[in-house]
């Protein structure tokens, strides 16, 4: 492994050696960046942050422009390629890919359940935790791109939902590192203050929509999911116990609308889960019990054990000088005629599933989140976010931007898009309705090639 130190104390780079996985080939650089990038960066503490370089079988000492690849969330990890396909091939046909895991998971200085653990106090660890939005995963980019690509000059960015955001961060604050952008699902709103409150507003209607749908796809889950809201209510604390040591709700169980609804194979995974919701009852007379299969899956789907920055952080992605105070839930509180789960039931009409949004009660019921429910508290009450956009620097660009911007997206509002969209100088958007908001994933390379396409004149703005 070769190990370099740039001049000045500003960080070290470390990088791996080259290793294959069928028909691309990948080596890892590992950076220490600080933590605060406006302190003293010879003294400030320091964090690693990790991005894995991936090309084309033959092209590892080829001369190639960098694409780096901005991942959803926010608090997930990058994708670990095991073989060529998808969005990646396409795009190692003529450029590096750097995945780059951004800060705060994935190997780049990690905060899981057991590492956050360490700070003594719910303030230390939400001062800490103020480090890891996309302000700071911008100034890592700029990091990394003085350091990988050559003479340091720009670089593509391809930016998926979360990742969208961060990008449309980097065009706001270091437009001279980016030669251009791609953005499939993540087109930010962009407003002062706190934006949250528009969003949850206009997702709530999407969700009731996608709702619909699957129960026209699936209406047999109607009086399904009715039978497992009324077990729920009626069982000793009002839910069932969770393999992790949570419990199950009716308000729980509407969470699985977070992935369910707004993906390609969403609705088919849900009805497949609710297939297999009840043991079967073997002795008669036992009583009727939620299979362990159903509520192990449950709890997999949602992966806050595994990502809890997520749940964190989700709010205040939307921030800027002005506190979320539990936006998600004020909101649903409107719409609670709606989403009323046990009122559902008693009036006969199917039971709504949520969208991706976070609630302070989870901090109760998931046991993986219990230890940060009065972190949580203090970022949803935090008032002094900076600035993750800077409109006049958008309403000034110069960089090439192109954008999938999907219709029924559920998780970007479609006109949220479209009007932050026409505040960024020279954006092609790209309408669609073939694909739901993980069309990157389920395009192959169609929706990467689409965009590039656009940018170079090959493809209709349509």
């Known amino acids: 492994m070769a190990k370099t130190t740039d001049g000045g104390g500003r960080g070290e780079h470390v990088t791996g050696d080259w290793f294959s996985v069928p028909e691309v080939r990948l080596r890892d650089h590992h950076f220490t960046v600080p933590l605060d990038y406006s302190l003293d960066h010879r003294t400030c503490p320091k964090i690693s942050v990790f991005a894995r370089e991936v090309v084309s079988v033959g092209k590892e000492e080829q001369s190639l422009p960098c694409l780096l690849y901005l991942q959803g969330g926010p608090g997930f990890e990058c994708q670990r390629p095991t073989e060529a396909g998808g969005w990646i091939s396409k795009a190692c046909e003529e450029y590096r890919v ?126 399904i999911v009715r039978e497992v809201v009324t077990h729920l209510a009626e069982s000793e604390g009002g839910g069932v116990p969770l393999p992790s040591g949570g419990i199950l709700t009716p308000r729980g169980l509407q969470l699985l609308g977070l992935s369910a609804l707004g993906s390609s194979t969403g609705f088919e995974r849900l009805h497949y889960m609710f297939e297999r919701v009840w043991d079967p009852v073997l002795v008669p007379g036992a009583p009727k019990r939620i299979s362990y299969y159903f509520l192990n899956a449950y709890e997999r789907w949602l992966a806050f054990d595994t990502n809890p920055l997520y749940a964190l952080m989700h709010e205040s992605i939307y921030c800027q000088g002005a506190p979320s105070l539990w936006s998600a839930h004020r909101i649903r509180n409107e719409n609670d005629n709606q989403f009323d789960a046990i009122k559902a039931v008693k009036e006969e009409r199917p039971v709504l599933f949520t969208g991706e949004m976070i609630f302070p009660w989870m901090f109760e019921e998931m046991h993986a989140l219990r230890p940060f429910k009065e972190v949580a508290k203090l970022l949803a009450e935090k008032k002094d976010w900076p600035p993750l956009y800077d409109i006049a620097s958008l309403n000034n660009n110069k960089v090439p931007v192109a954008a999938a911007v999907y219709y029924d997206d559920m998780y970007v509002n479609f006109k949220l898009a479209l009007d932050t969209a026409s505040q960024i100088a020279g954006i092609r958007p790209w309408i669609t309705n073939e694909y739901m908001h993980s069309g990157l994933r389920d395009g192959g390379g169609q929706v990467l090639d689409h965009l590039l396409g656009m940018l170079n004149g090959k493809k209709p703005l349509f």
């Open 98 to 223: 750097i995945l780059l895991d951004q800060r705060g998971t994935g190997l780049s200085t990690p905060l899981t359940l057991s590492s956050m653990s360490q700070f003594k106090s719910a303030e230390d660890l939400a001062d800490y935790l103020k480090h890891f939005r996309a302000d700071n995963i911008v100034n890592d980019a700029e990091f990394i791109r003085k350091r990988l690509v050559i003479d340091s000059g720009p670089w593509t960015v391809l930016g998926q939902s979360y990742g969208g955001f961060c990008a449309v961060t980097y065009l706001s604050f270091a437009p001279q590192g980016l030669k251009q952008v791609l953005l499939t699902g993540g087109i930010p709103p962009i407003g002062t203050g706190c934006t949250a409150d528009a969003v949850y507003r206009a997702c709530f209607e999407q969700i009731v929509l996608q709702n619909k749908k699957y129960y026209r796809r699936f209406p047999q889950d109607i009086e």
